[in-house]
């Protein structure tokens, strides 16, 4: 695929966004409505992030490690459940995520708006 094609992937593309840091979350949303995909959420509570995980329709869902102090893996599972993709995002690089998740992709905090770019196309692309 060439990368005109690999960046239309995310064209129109529903993103789930778990964050709980209020100006990341933000961030995140600029960045994904500058690469033409629809934000779903942002949810901010571990609570919230599970019944949208569940419920929610998205192509795709970058997930905080730890949301307001509670480890994001019930999110995980349910999205990997529903054979859905997902990135991990972390200040904690990919040593701090935990198995059966270490095949994840992961943007470590702080990172670019052109690795997030290259990890959600990877991330879609290898689930398409």
Known sequence: MGTETNEELL?????????DEAAISMLLEDMLLDFGCEVVGPAARLSKALEMAESESFVVAILDVNVAGEPIYPVAEAIVRRGLPLVFSTGYGGAGIREPFRDRPVVQKPFSQQDL???????IAAAN
């Not at 064209?11 to 964050?19: D, F, H, I, K, T």
């Open 11 to 19: 064209n129109g593309a529903r993103v789930l966004v778990v964050e």
């Open 117 to 123: 770019k290259r990890t959600l196309i990877a991330a």
